[in-house]
């Protein structure tokens, strides 16, 4: 507390004041004195809980600037970073380009036309299968 009188001081404050002002008008000036200190706790109290609030707004709003830099953290891109920072895992799972089927097929003018499944020019090549085909139905390659 601002001012801690102990009982010796309130004694010796009663003894001046009641020979300053007069055992008449001590109950008045008393009164008055009451009111005055009541006010003045009042406006303390009002005072100290004023600056309490400013204190929460403050804080709030630093969580509110703290929360919105939260919601503005691209979640996707950070966890790509965390995960795969070169990008080589990304590229890997990208499906192959598969060619376009509805141009029509060219070829080279010197390969010749498309030669038959299982007919190979490499004499050293296995044999291949035909579909359904059984053990006698195997296509020899080519000489």
Do not use: C, Y
């Given at each position: 507390?601002?001012?801690?009188?102990?009982?010796?001081?309130l004694?010796?404050?009663?003894?001046?004041?009641?020979?300053?002002?007069g055992?008449?008008?001590?109950?008045?000036?008393?009164?008055?004195?009451?009111?005055?200190?009541?006010?003045?706790?009042?406006l303390?109290?009002?005072f100290?809980?004023?600056?309490?609030?400013?204190?929460?707004?403050?804080?709030l709003?630093?969580?509110?600037?703290?929360?919105?830099?939260?919601?503005?953290?691209?979640l996707?891109?950070?966890?790509?970073?965390?995960?795969d920072?070169?990008?080589?895992?990304?590229?890997?799972?990208?499906?192959?380009?598969?060619?376009n089927?509805?141009?029509?097929?060219t070829?080279a003018?010197?390969?010749g036309?498309?030669?038959?499944?299982g007919?190979?020019?490499?004499?050293?090549?296995p044999?291949?299968?035909?579909?359904?085909?059984?053990g006698?139905?195997?296509v020899?390659?080519?000489?």
């Amino acid at each position: 507390m601002l001012l801690d009188f102990g009982w010796s001081e309130l004694m010796l404050i009663g003894i001046i004041a009641l020979i300053v002002i007069g055992p008449k008008d001590l109950p008045k000036a008393l009164r008055v004195a009451g009111f005055w200190v009541r006010k003045a706790r009042t406006l303390s109290r009002e005072f100290q809980s004023s600056v309490e609030q400013m204190v929460r707004e403050a804080e709030l709003d630093e969580m509110r600037q703290e929360l919105k830099k939260a919601t503005e953290i691209d979640l996707e891109k950070e966890f790509r970073q965390a995960v795969d920072p070169t990008g080589n895992l990304a590229e890997s799972l990208k499906p192959p380009e598969l060619p376009n089927f509805s141009e029509p097929a060219t070829f080279a003018a010197d390969s010749g036309p498309p030669t038959s499944i299982g007919a190979t020019d490499d004499p050293a090549a296995p044999a291949i299968a035909r579909p359904g085909a059984v053990g006698h139905d195997i296509v020899p390659p080519k000489p």
